[in-house]
């Protein structure tokens, strides 16, 4: 069974702090993704990676950046935490990039204060 | 890129009722499309998907359609109980935008005993 952790389930953090997101998946998964979902919008995709030290862009990355040293753990960042960052963070991970179930962890909801 | 459309956004039905959710895509080159469900609380899920070679394929209450040549696919669930009551999330991927998914905003699904 496809386990896909995240460090917190509940985050409360201040504007302009530095706010680290963190995902573990424990089968081998070489891709993985940060999704924000926000009511009536979906889910949209913030950054993905297909390889540990590799990192695409996904369709919002301004305001995250991210981090892959090993293959298990995917980071989500964020630099300089804003109000509009206020949200529900999932992460993902499957087994094939294109066209493959993607397990998703429990998510983390972040309210930036 | 691609983009995903799906309705209704909120669906009511009674216990017993049939509930259909559609879906349109933009990109041609799209072949997987995966539906999620995002029970209150809890984390997507897979329940069903269906590849561009198949025009349809069922699990027992649930079944997707897919119209390649319109671009749209639907989820069906029939006999619904109040357990279907979620948040269903449809998706498209394929070769293009580097095979990443992009999802539909979400159908607020609600079986009333």
């Known amino acids: 069974d496809v386990k896909v952790t995240q460090s917190s389930r509940y985050l409360v953090k201040r504007t302009g702090e530095k706010v680290f997101l963190e995902c573990v998946q424990d089968m081998d998964h070489e891709n993985m993704f940060w999704y924000r979902q926000d009511p009536g919008l979906g889910l949209r995709l913030i950054y993905f990676?297909?390889?540990?030290?590799?990192?695409e862009k996904g369709d919002i990355p301004e305001g995250y950046s991210v981090s892959r040293e090993k293959k298990e753990r995917f980071s989500l960042i964020l630099e300089s935490a804003s109000t509009n960052q206020t949200s529900m963070y999932l992460c993902?991970?499957?087994?094939?990039?294109?066209?493959?179930?993607?397990?998703f962890g429990p998510g983390t909801r972040l309210t930036v204060t | 890129g691609e983009n995903v459309e799906q309705h209704p956004s909120t669906l009511s039905v009674q216990e017993g009722d049939s509930a259909v959710i559609k879906c349109t895509y933009s990109?041609?080159?799209?072949?997987?499309f995966p539906w999620y469900k995002q029970e209150l609380g809890k984390r997507p899920q897979l329940i069903i998907d269906?590849?561009?070679?198949?025009g349809e394929k069922k699990d027992q209450r649930i079944a997707v359609t897919l119209n390649k040549t319109a671009k749209h696919f639907s989820l069906h669930i029939t006999e619904t109980q109040p357990e279907d009551s979620a948040v269903y999330f449809c998706?498209?991927?394929?070769?293009?935008?580097?095979?990443?998914?992009?999802f539909g905003d979400g159908t607020t699904l609600t079986v009333k005993p």
């Open positions: 990676s297909y390889d540990v030290k590799m990192k």
């Open positions: 993902a991970s499957s087994f094939y990039f294109s066209g493959d179930e993607q397990y």
């Open positions: 990109d041609s080159a799209s072949n997987y």
């Open positions: 998706a498209a991927s394929g070769n293009t935008n580097a095979g990443k998914s992009t």
């Open positions: 269906i590849r561009s070679n198949v």
